[in-house]
């Protein structure tokens, strides 16, 4: 069987954290070590700027933070709503991509992502797909 890549729980959780989580870098460095497909961080949700920047220090190379994107969307439409009771169908999808972009991009920014991607190999495997 391949594994491509690897969820590890080091004190992570889905959801929000009631407390500060306490992340086992420990752990997670041995794993590192021992592991060679990049590692996956589930829960991401509310862990710091300072403990982000750690994880990938010690081989997460990709973060979920579902909840907080969630969230995000919500708080954009709930203040559409409140701005605008009469917005439509495509104001509100509008507010949604709106809600998920600018929490994407803010975590994108905190985890050092931003412009790291490469674009061309995304652009070779769409014109491989379209052939
Ligand atoms: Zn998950």
Same mark, same amino acid.
């Given at each position: 069987m391949q594994v491509d890549a690897l969820a590890v729980?080091?004190?992570?959780a889905?959801?929000?954290y009631h407390v500060e989580p306490h992340l086992r870098f420990d752990v997670l460095n041995q794993i590192g070590g021992k592991v060679p497909v990049p590692l996956v961080l589930h829960g991401g949700t509310g862990i710091s700027e300072t403990d982000f920047k750690k994880?990938?220090?010690f081989g997460i190379r990709k973060i979920n933070v579902a909840t907080a994107t969630f969230n995000s969307v919500e708080y954009a439409v709930q203040d559409l709503c409140r701005k605008r009771?009469?917005?439509?169908?495509?104001?509100l999808q509008e507010a949604e991509i %709106?809600? !998920?972009?600018?929490n994407i991009k803010r975590h994108i920014m905190m985890f %050092?992502? !931003?412009g790291r991607?490469?674009?061309g190999s995304l652009r070779k495997k769409g014109q491989e797909a379209n052939q």
């Open positions: 729980a080091i004190g992570n889905h959801g929000l994880c990938i220090q009771p009469e917005a439509g169908y495509f104001d %709106g809600g !998920a972009y600018e %050092g992502s !931003a991607a490469k674009m």
